[in-house]
């Protein structure tokens, strides 16, 4: 969509066979595979920042969603993982907004799997504030909490870093996931312009964000 181990599971699949070639060879090739962020981004001290940057509405975030979810469990201490969700038109606007809500109510995590089913196998559009509090509600979600968190100022700024974060990172579709504000990868370009299988290419994105995790331990 434009604008600690994985081993195991790689090598079950045809992924193995094309990823594992790319390592074997010296790793992914920049700007085919992954692209580098310059000037580097700033990133909080302590752990590598990985941020996976998505949309609700987007098919292939709804794809990408059980790998990385499974995968994210998976890894190592030093690596810090959280989403940010974009809005590269004023469309995308309320679901941004439905994230980062969610988010301050402690209920994302929760409420995520049920919004990625109510667009993607329901058509419940959910793109303005009173039909999501209503759907909210039957997960729990208090439906005057939800629209006070909805129309706050905290809301509102966290929107405005994700925008930022987005330019930052020439976030150009998504699914995709910024790597310790030095590197950027995705399906689309980890499948190097093959046709593959959403799943195939979501796993090979993942091996290659655990080499440039790698990388970034490594100052390399």
Known sequence: MK???FSALLATTPLAGAA???LA???PVEGRHYTVVSPALPTPPGKIEL???FWYGCPHCYAFEPLVENWSRQLPADVSFRKAHVAFRANLKPHQRMFYALE???KEVQARPAIFAAIHQQGQMLDDPKSQAKFLSNLGVDPAKYQDAYNSFGVQNKC???DKLSDAYRIDGVPSLGIGGRFLTS???AGAGQRLPEQESGQRALQYTEFLLQRVRNKT
């Open 160 to 162: 405005t870093q994700a």
């Open 3 to 5: 604008r600690r181990d």
């Open 104 to 106: 301050a109510l402690g």
């Open 25 to 27: 060879q010296g790793g």
């Open 51 to 53: 941020i996976e940057f």
């Open 187 to 189: 399906p689309a370009l």
């Open 20 to 22: 594992g070639t790319a």
